[in-house]
C-alpha cells in the first residue's frame, strides 16, 4: 500500500496542473514544486490555467483592476491590462480590441496539443477564442455578456 502526505493549500481564481512528478499551481504567480516560476507576465494579474506538454509550460492570466486617481478621489476602476499567456516564461498579449483605450479582456483556460496552443477568455464582454495567437470571437457580439472558461481540444485521430 502506498501512503501520500498532502498539504492542503487554499487559493482563489487559480489552476492546479500535475505533470509527471512536479505540481504546477497558478494564482498571483506560478509555482512548481513549492518553487516560484518566471513567467514574464508583470503587474497585478492572476495565472488562471497551467498546462505543461513535454518541456513546455502554458500559464494564461488575467489582470486585476487598476485604479486611476485624481488626487485622493478614485476616478474609475477598470481591468485595462488583458489576456496574456506565458510559455517558458516569455509572455506576449493576445488580446485585440476594437477600443484600445478601454480593453477589459482575460484569459481563462488554456490547452495544448501537438503544435496548436488553444486559449479561452474574453475581449470586451465576448466569448473569445485564440488559436495559436489569433484571435476568435465567439460569442454573441452585440451583447456583449459572453465568456469562454475552458478550452479542450481532442487531437487529431
Known sequence: ME????????????????SGGDVYIGGSSLWKNGQAQTTGITGNRTITSVFVTG??????????SVSWRSGDTIDITVNVNGAWISKNGNAERLDISSNPNLILAGANSVYAVGNDVYVAGDVDGIATLWRNGEQYMIGDQT?????AFSVFVRPKQ
Open 143 to 147: 451583447a456583449k455578456e459572453s465568456g
Open 3 to 18: 501512503h501520500f502526505s498532502v498539504n492542503i493549500v487554499h487559493f482563489t481564481h487559480g489552476s492546479v496542473f500535475v
Open 55 to 64: 518541456n513546455d509550460v502554458y500559464a494564461v492570466a488575467r489582470h486585476s
